[in-house]
């Protein structure tokens, strides 16, 4: 069996050789790397990126200047970071189908800031999701500044229903048709970041196009459902589409648009000038690997297999009494509603529980919840990066059940030790990175 350095103490990986000379760096990374190797990383919007992302996230590519787009630099030097940048340009139009795409974004947020910025002015209209029914902060949440420059409008889902065949709390589209009506909207988001199902372009665009908007998809959860074959796509759909690359993609940290022709120049500008200064090539890179990585049919395996183990969760889970917002999961990610469960218990208290049993994840608002963003009555869970570690439908049960326990003995530290245990046998069969300590090698044999 490969030895599994980041147990290990300052012994040869190469980021301990790398960091030599700053024992207390290489400790912090070495700590973060046992951290996230001994406990279960179940937040919905991580992932465990691949050794070769590592790699080029790690490299000499960070030394360089590039302002500008490949061939239109305000630097010299650039022909091979133009290269660079043209790969993962072009490697992201063909996974997603797309005839252009600006992988500069430093992060989703970012992407989401030049989309507005190039397709609309100040003051106009925007149609979204409000961030307590699942919606992005850059939704136009009042603590967002997307919410100082344009107008937005909220819609949510349906509420919630006893009915276990139309449990409701999903896209309420009468309400987006009827306030699409009302409200002209020049633009309509669609998109989540805390919302368990599919979201289907195609509806979208129908209200758009019945009231002359465009349609924005924010695409940055289920960007490598995406990818994978898992979800429908939105690329062609909606004009204009951003993602998250380190989500559900498992590439590194960043963002990126994808958009028709015809738009590219108004996004590049945006991005462009208009936000950022020099992009961050040596995390182009990283994309670059990522999209290929993605591209493999793999891929597709893991995709699929994120979904199958979040319905496996969502079963394990409402086998110990929580209610699932919605009914369950046809996506990467589940939110538990805490209150039938234990009505004291709010999701402040429960996340930080679960973090003394070493099951990490966040708590998060639920639709119409009554407690603030601060303490929240739920919880949000996701199965990507268990599901990179190789973790199936029988560990999914597994951790299930270990959620259920810690929770009902939150006041009994020899129980939540009990869990925590288990915790760690559990992730010493699944390490994220077993080979990482012969080099920047690949993924182990057997990986989805
Ligand atoms: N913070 C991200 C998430 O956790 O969903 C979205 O930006």
Same mark, same amino acid.
């Given at each position: 069996m490969t030895q599994?350095?980041?147990?290990?103490? =300052?012994?040869?990986?190469?980021?301990e050789r790398w960091l030599a000379d700053d024992p207390e760096v290489a400790k912090l990374i070495g700590d973060e790397a046992r951290r996230q190797s001994t406990t279960l990383q179940l937040i919905a919007s991580e992932n465990f990126t691949s050794p070769a992302v590592l790699a080029a996230v790690g490299s000499v590519l960070t030394n360089k200047y590039a302002e500008g787009y490949p061939g239109r630099r305000y630097y010299g030097g650039n022909q091979v970071i133009d290269e660079v940048e043209d790969l993962?340009?072009?490697?992201?139009?063909?996974?997603?189908?797309? @005839?252009?795409?600006?992988?500069?974004?430093? *992060?989703?947020?970012?992407?989401?800031? *030049?989309?507005?910025?190039?397709?609309?002015?100040?003051g106009d209209t925007i149609l979204a999701m409000r961030l307590d029914q699942g919606g992005h902060l850059t939704h136009g949440s009042p603590a967002s500044i997307t919410s100082r420059f344009w107008r937005f409008v909220a819609y949510g889902v349906t509420p919630a229903s006893a009915d276990p065949d139309a449990p409701g709390e999903v896209i309420d589209f009468d309400e987006v048709a009827a306030l699409a009506k009302t409200e002209r909207p020049k633009m309509i988001v669609a998109g989540a970041t805390a919302y368990p199902r599919v979201i289907d372009p195609q509806p979208?665009? @129908? &209200?758009? !196009?019945?009231?002359?908007? %465009? %349609?924005?998809?924010?695409?940055?959860? =289920?960007?490598?459902?995406?990818?994978?074959?898992?979800?429908?796509?939105?690329?062609?759909?909606?004009d204009v589409v951003s993602f998250t690359t380190h989500k559900t993609l498992r590439g590194p940290r960043g963002g990126a648009i994808l958009c028709?022709?015809?738009?590219?120049?108004? &996004?590049?500008?945006?991005?462009?000038?208009?936000?950022?200064?020099? =992009?961050?090539?040596?995390? &182009?890179?990283?994309?670059?690997? *990522?999209?290929?990585?993605?591209?493999?049919?793999?891929?597709?395996?893991?995709?699929?297999?994120?979904?199958?183990?979040?319905?496996?969760?969502?079963?394990?889970?409402?086998?110990?009494?929580?209610?699932?917002?919605?009914?369950?999961?046809?996506?990467?990610?589940?939110?538990?509603?805490? %209150?039938?469960?234990d009505a004291e218990l709010t999701g402040k208290v429960a996340q930080e529980t679960l973090d003394r049993a070493g099951i990490t994840l966040n708590r998060n608002t &639920?639709? !119409?919840?009554?407690?603030?963003?601060?303490?929240?009555?739920?919880?949000?869970?996701?199965?990507?990066?268990?599901?990179?570690?190789?973790?199936? @439908?029988?560990?999914?049960?597994?951790i299930g059940t270990l959620i259920g326990r810690a929770l009902r003995?939150?006041?009994? @530290?020899?129980?939540?030790?009990?869990?925590?245990?288990?915790?760690? !046998?559990l992730c010493a069969a699944f390490p994220p990175y077993p080979t990482l300590g012969t080099g920047v090698d690949g993924r182990p044999a057997g990986r989805v």
């Open positions: 599994d350095p980041t147990a290990a103490g =300052p012994s040869g990986t190469p980021f993962a340009r072009m490697r992201a139009c063909e996974l997603f189908g797309a @005839e252009h795409a600006n992988v500069q974004p430093h *992060a989703g947020a970012a992407a989401n800031l *030049a989309v507005y910025q190039a397709l609309l002015d100040p979208f665009r @129908e &209200i758009a !196009d019945s009231v002359g908007a %465009l %349609l924005f998809f924010d695409l940055a959860h =289920p960007a490598g459902l995406v990818a994978g074959g898992a979800h429908p796509s939105p690329v062609g759909v909606a028709r022709a015809d738009l590219a120049k108004a &996004i590049d500008s945006a991005v462009f000038p208009g936000l950022q200064g020099g =992009p961050l090539e040596h995390v &182009i890179a990283g994309k670059a690997v *990522a999209f290929r990585e993605a591209m493999a049919p793999s891929f597709r395996a893991y995709a699929a297999a994120v979904v199958r183990n979040a319905r496996a969760l969502a079963a394990a889970l409402a086998a110990e009494g929580f209610r699932l917002v919605s009914g369950g999961t046809d996506n990467h990610l589940l939110l538990v509603d805490l %209150l039938g469960f &639920i639709p !119409d919840d009554p407690r603030s963003a601060f303490q929240t009555s739920g919880l949000r869970l996701g199965t990507a990066a268990e599901t990179t570690a190789g973790m199936g @439908e029988a560990e999914m049960a597994t003995g939150r006041d009994d @530290e020899a129980a939540l030790g009990a869990v925590r245990a288990e915790v760690a !046998d």
